[in-house]
T-cell receptor
């Protein structure tokens, strides 16, 4: 099993829809969890950290389920500008950060 | 603040040539790392450093060397370029406790090895 796995997509959803991404990780001792966003031919940028209690930032909600070893990202009322690749990132143990392969999202007008 | 800078932006090498990709940050970050990104493969960690004088291997270190003589700079050396090293290379930095905090990425270097 890969250390961090994501559905590669692409997800094609109409503007205004709600879209959800899941990510699973293999190491139960993983410490920190993040979602990054990467636009085409650009560097990744932090979208949000994921906390044990779940957290929300505007239209974005992140959840962590340690028992099942997955994290999720929910985007409500999706905008055209949300089109990007979303990367699940896990601090597996200690000093190494592992990126998932990313899920491509296309918001359709 | 310039953040994380990388040079060059683009590079074409012939098989067997060597070169150094430069990475610098002006945020006084202790943790720095190098990734490569290939289509369908996501970002893979090559080498990382938790501070000046300390480096360690990531997932895919073969064919690459690093050193960290200063806090600001973390160059990546390709010893003998191979077509399999054609990729986009990203450098990143973060504050102490690095992996638990936001990673700031440079704009990337697009390398082609022919």
């Amino acid at each position: 099993r890969k250390e961090v796995e994501q559905d590669p997509g692409p997800f094609n959803v109409p503007e205004g829809a709600t879209v959800a991404f899941n990510c699973t990780y293999s190491n139960s001792a993983s410490q920190s969890f993040f979602w990054y966003r990467q636009d085409c031919r650009k560097e990744p940028k932090l979208l949000m950290s994921v906390y044990s209690s779940g957290n929300e930032d505007g239209r974005f909600t992140a959840q962590l389920n340690r028992a099942s070893q997955y994290i999720s990202l929910l985007i409500r009322d999706s905008k055209l500008s949300d089109s990007a690749t979303y990367l699940c990132v896990v601090n597996v143990l200690g000093d190494k950060i592992i990126f998932g392969k990313g899920t491509r999202l296309h918001i359709l007008p | 603040n310039a953040g994380v800078t990388q040079t060059p932006k683009f590079q074409v090498l012939k098989t067997g040539q060597s070169m150094t990709l430069q990475c610098a940050q002006d945020m006084n970050h202790e943790y720095m790392s190098w990734y490569r990104q290939d289509p369908g493969m996501g970002l893979r960690l090559i080498h990382y450093s938790v501070g000046a004088g300390i480096t360690d291997q990531g997932e895919v270190p073969n064919g690459y060397n690093v050193s960290r003589s200063t806090t600001e700079d973390f160059p990546l050396r390709l010893l003998s370029a191979a077509p399999s090293q054609t990729s986009v290379y990203f450098c990143a930095s973060s504050q102490p406790g690095g992996p638990n905090y936001e990673q700031y990425f440079g704009p990337g270097t697009r390398l082609t090895v022919t």
